[in-house]
């Protein structure tokens, strides 16, 4: 049965997407069974998993609202060798809608326990808030991955998740935990990176995931060719370190 992560951050632009299709794609490569959720009505991850956001005859929308299934609204990234439950902008429309349904906050895990067995991973990446569609990310995963850039600010936002998380896994879901922070686009030669990134090592711990992705502008262009960084240029640092992480990822779930 698949192992359900969110990859969240209530902040947007942190590489929340570029995390999400990379590790989709990068666990692919290694010989994992994936689906990519994009739960975001912005649909980066749909588009940059070369799926075309547009011309969605299913997404997530129907399928959060009962009106299709997984199985129906699922579909393939070409590029990505996974499958990809894609979203576009009706899904902004689903957050009112939802407010009328009976267990709002848990839609999403009932309608992924029918495929769990399709897969080894199941990602999911929430959009940049605190919202009910973040709600049902957070009641269907078994953990978070929380992908960070190592500044100043960054820390600040980061106890507003963690006391979410800490909510959810006392009142919707008891199987919730941290699964690890993630440094993104990181560049060592910045002295407040490796501040930043010494102070999480010393908050978190072991929770503090070994690999770190560097900055790096084959991972940005990537997307506009509809094409994960990882298979776009298998070679470069950003594709090398987002494959690590599908590695350490594996290791990591094996203790779970
Ligand atoms: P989020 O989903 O959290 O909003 P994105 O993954 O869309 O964040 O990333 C925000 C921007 O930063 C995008 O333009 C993306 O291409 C770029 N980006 C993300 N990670 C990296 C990286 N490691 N190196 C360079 N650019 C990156
Ligand atoms: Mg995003």
Same mark, same amino acid.
């Given at each position: 049965m698949a192992k359900i992560f969110c990859v969240a951050n209530q902040k947007g632009g942190v590489g929340k997407t570029t995390t999400a299709v990379n590790l989709a794609a990068g666990l692919t490569r290694i010989g994992q069974r994936v689906m990519l959720v994009d739960l975001d009505p912005q649909g980066n991850a749909t588009m940059g998993a070369g799926i075309n956001k547009a011309t969605l005859k299913v997404s997530i929308y129907e399928v959060l609202l009962g009106m299709s299934d997984v199985a129906s609204a699922r579909l393939r990234s070409e590029n990505g060798g996974f499958d990809v439950l894609p979203a576009n902008r009706e899904l902004a429309g689903a957050e009112v809608e939802m407010v009328e349904l009976d267990n709002r906050e848990k839609r999403l895990k009932d309608a992924l326990s029918l495929v769990a067995d399709d897969y080894d991973f199941i990602l999911i990446d929430c959009p940049p808030a605190l919202s009910i569609l973040t709600l049902n990310g957070l009641c269907a995963a078994n953990g978070v991955i929380i992908p960070m850039q190592c500044e100043y600010y960054a820390l600040?936002? !980061? $106890?507003?998740? =963690?006391?979410?998380?800490?909510?959810? +896994?006392?009142?919707?879901?008891?199987?919730?935990?941290? &699964?690890?922070?993630?440094?993104?686009?990181?560049?060592?030669?910045?002295? !407040? $990176?490796?501040? =930043?990134?010494?102070?999480?090592?010393? +908050?978190?711990?072991?929770?503090?995931?070994?690999?770190? &992705?560097?900055?790096?502008?084959?991972?940005?262009?990537?997307?506009?060719?509809?094409?994960?960084? =990882?298979?776009?240029?298998?070679?470069?640092?950003?594709?090398?370190?987002?494959?690590?992480?599908?590695?350490?990822?594996?290791?990591?779930?094996?203790?779970?």
């Open positions: 600040e936002g !980061l $106890s507003d998740l =963690v006391n979410t998380i800490k909510k959810v +896994h006392a009142k919707l879901n008891t199987d919730l935990k941290i &699964i690890g922070l993630l440094r993104v686009m990181f560049d060592p030669r910045m002295t !407040l $990176s490796q501040q =930043v990134s010494a102070q999480l090592e010393q +908050h978190f711990g072991d929770k503090v995931f070994k690999t770190m &992705i560097p900055r790096n502008i084959r991972l940005a262009e990537a997307p506009s060719y509809g094409m994960p960084g =990882v298979n776009f240029d298998p070679g470069s640092k950003g594709a090398q370190a987002y494959i690590a992480f599908g590695a350490e990822m594996v290791e990591r779930i094996k203790t779970m």
